[in-house]
Structure formats: structure tokens, C-alpha cells
């Protein structure tokens, strides 16, 4: 085999696998994810669906985001995003569900996004508003439709495998953790007084600047000088007076 030959095969073998990696690493990053994925149970939260487009030959001109319906939010907002046309649909859950707000029989059960595009190579985030999250369950799931300009429909709606495989077309998924006892106690100690503080206003006087004390001596000082002028002209006053009696007595 001639060393031309031998390159060329290198060259198509090389090419090969980095194509069959490629192929492999797309489908991966095309998925509609929710960012940040994870947030605390009972909070209120901004989320962000990020669509990517995965086609070469079309754009997305729709999003279609389903919300839970087992544990609906009872607050929902969108931000506008530049472009598209958005549509808040809310409707009656199969069966009412209790939270600390009450009894929920109408809920937001799904976004919808249309009337602008995502080219080939390119991605959008939709942000989403919500609140407050469930305390009993540690995720929610969000089934999403991308529509292509061709006509196409893609489902992002697997949940996830039990044997932690990721799915074909998983959807997004936002974890749930529970609130932290260390953070809320932190939180508590910050905003009240140490124990044994007073939180009566002090009766100290406040400590003076080296300026402000220089200022201070210094009037100390001129007090004390006029006040031993006063003084020595006083005695004065008093031993002229008193010869002014002897002179007066030997007259007389």
C-alpha cells in the first residue's frame, strides 16, 4: 500500500467517526431544556424554555409548553419575547386541588408561542414566571410542541426512564429540592439581634474625630486662659479697693 493510500484511508476513517459523533452529540443538544433546572420547593421562580432549531431545511414558528395539571401553579406570567405572539390558556382541572392558597379548580394548563422564528443553527428562550411550587413532589414535568415552518410537529413529552436513561424526546423537567433548614435558620440569625444585644437606642455619646477633639481641646483651653484672666484682674479690683480704704481711714 502506497503512503498516498494509506492517508486517504486515514483521512475517510477519521472523517467517519467524527461524523458518527456528531450524530451522536445533536440529538443531545437539540432538546427543549428548562433553565435553571432545578429549583426549591414552595418558591416562586423565573424559568426559561430554551428551543433549540434542529432542522437545516426549516425554522420553528411555534412552542406549545403543557403545565401540570396534578400540581397546578395558581401564578403564571410570561415575559414578551421580541416577535412572537404569546397566549396565556387556562381551564378546569380534571379534579380540584388544595394548596395554602385554597381550593384550585381553574389553573394554567398551557403557553403558547407563535408568529415568529428560530432559524436553522439557532435557539430562543421563552421565560416563564411561577409560582408558588409544590411541596409534595420533587419534579415537574413541562410537554412541549415544536412546529416547523415545513409543516413538521415534534413532541418533547418522554418522561424520564426509571433506570435513568435519557429518553428519546425527553421533556423538560424542572427538579424540585426542598428548602433548606440551614438557609432559613441562617436567614433568621442575620435578621435578628444576637442573643444578650439590646436593640434599645444607645445612650452612649458618640466618639469624637481627632479633628473634633482638637476643636474641643482647644476651647478648653481658651476657656481656662480667660477664665484665670477674669480671676487675676478680680483680685486686682480687690487689692486697689482695699488701699483705697487705708488711704481714706488716714485721712479722716
Known amino acids: 500500500m502506497s503512503l498516498s493510500h494509506a492517508c486517504r484511508r486515514l483521512v475517510a476513517v ?10 451522536l452529540a445533536l440529538p443531545a443538544l437539540a432538546h427543549v431544556t428548562i433553565n435553571p433546572g432545578s429549583a426549591v420547593q414552595g418558591s416562586f421562580t423565573k424559568v426559561a424554555f430554551r428551543v433549540p432549531n434542529e432542522r437545516d431545511d426549516a425554522s420553528t414558528n411555534k412552542i406549545e409548553v403543557a403545565f401540570p ?5 395558581p401564578f403564571v406570567t410570561v415575559r414578551p419575547v421580541p416577535g412572537w405572539d404569546v397566549k396565556v390558556v387556562e381551564g378546569k382541572l380534571p379534579k380540584p386541588v388544595t394548596t395554602e392558597y385554597g381550593e384550585i379548580t381553574e389553573a394554567v394548563t398551557k403557553v403558547i408561542w407563535t408568529g415568529g422564528k428560530i432559524e436553522s443553527g439557532q435557539f430562543q ?16 414535568i413541562f410537554p412541549t410542541t415544536q412546529t416547523y415552518s415545513g409543516g413538521e410537529v415534534v413532541k418533547w413529552a418522554d418522561e424520564p426512564k426509571a433506570d435513568g436513561s435519557e429518553a ?12 433548606s433548614a440551614e438557609g432559613d435558620e441562617h ?13 434599645a437606642p444607645s445612650t452612649t455619646a458618640p466618639s469624637m474625630t481627632p479633628v473634633a477633639a482638637e476643636a474641643a481641646d482647644g476651647s478648653d483651653g481658651t476657656a481656662r486662659l480667660l477664665g484665670g484672666a477674669g480671676l487675676l484682674v478680680g483680685l486686682v ?13 488716714r485721712t479722716s
Open 69 to 73: 395539571l396534578d400540581h397546578p401553579l
Open 187 to 199: 436567614a433568621a440569625a442575620s435578621a435578628t439581634p444576637a442573643a444578650g444585644a439590646s436593640t
Open 237 to 249: 479690683g480687690v487689692v486697689i479697693g482695699a488701699l483705697g480704704l487705708r488711704r481714706g481711714g
Open 168 to 179: 428519546e424526546r425527553p421533556a423538560p423537567l424542572l427538579k424540585l429540592t426542598p428548602a
Open 125 to 140: 428562550e421563552f421565560e416563564v414566571s411561577m409560582g408558588a411550587l409544590p411541596k409534595d413532589t420533587d419534579q415537574l
Open 14 to 23: 477519521t472523517a467517519g467517526v467524527t461524523a458518527l459523533t456528531v450524530g
